[in-house]
């Protein structure tokens, strides 16, 4: 058995894509090889877990959301379903992706630049969910001002529906709250690894490097085409 204070080795090449767990008959397979218990060192798997929860309540959130402005459009309220659905359909891959692939790989390799994407890309979710909380129909959130705008509007004799709303707007503050405090956490982390703005920089400037390096086959073997005449080529 792994001693418990070891890293465990990173997932080994070629492993499949897991991520997301997607039925074989769908038309599009998982995107990402996914695994914490292999992938991120013993120290840093419970952060890890942790910021993989809260990505989970963002998406709940985002669904509750939704159903709160889908039963408000059914009894006339049109101000949020709209964008509560288009929210619903790109914001979990996109804060996926932003935010909690960076943690990840700056967890599993202690990788500065990852790290400042991270607080980049997170610092502007924290501002979204704050606007989400307050819900403005502008951003089409189920948010106290919404909530509150319902209660005692025109449509206050839907109970039901307002406390959609109001349940809502406290799962969108508790997120916020969450979210603040996984901050100071993953911070507490960054400071630990020894990562670095310096470092971050030198890691994005290599890997520009490294790309501009590197050449396709097809580009390198058209570079090597011999000149004419030689070994016994002749033009036309």
Same mark, same amino acid.
């Given at each position: ?43 840093? =798997?419970?952060?890890? @877990? ?22 408000? #459009? ?39 630049? =990852? ?9 502007? =979710? ?50 916020? #709250?969450?979210?603040?405090?996984? #901050? ?14 310096? @470092? ?14 590197? =050449?396709?086959? /097809? ?10 005449? /030689? ?6």
């Amino acid at each position: 058995m792994m001693d418990a204070t070891q890293a465990r080795p990173p997932n080994p090449l070629g492993s499949e894509k897991n991520f997301p767990p997607l039925p074989s008959c769908c038309c599009v397979g998982p995107c990402f090889y996914h695994d914490i218990s292999v992938d991120i060192p013993v120290e840093n =798997q419970k952060t890890c @877990k942790i910021m993989f929860y809260l990505w989970q309540f963002y998406v709940f959130c985002l669904f509750f959301n939704c159903i709160a402005g889908l039963a408000a #459009l059914c009894v006339g309220y049109d101000k949020t379903f709209g964008i509560a659905f288009i929210y619903l359909i790109f914001f979990p891959g996109c804060s996926f992706v932003g935010w909690y692939r960076p943690i990840y790989k700056a967890l599993k390799s202690d990788s500065s630049f =990852q790290y400042m994407l991270f607080f980049f890309v997170f610092f502007a =979710q924290i501002v979204l969910t704050v606007m989400y909380a307050f819900g403005i129909s502008a951003v089409g959130t189920c948010g106290w001002f919404n909530a509150i705008s319902f209660a005692t509007g025109e449509y206050k004799s839907k109970g039901s529906v307002s406390a959609l709303f109001f349940i809502s707007a406290i799962l969108f503050t508790l997120l916020g #709250l969450f979210e603040i405090l996984l #901050l100071k956490r993953i911070h507490d982390a960054y400071r630990r690894s020894g990562a670095s703005m310096q @470092k971050a920089q030198g890691e994005f400037a290599g890997s520009v490097i490294s790309s501009a390096t590197q =050449q396709p086959p /097809a580009v390198s073997a058209s570079n090597t085409v011999p000149p004419a005449g /030689a070994g016994g080529y002749a033009p036309y």
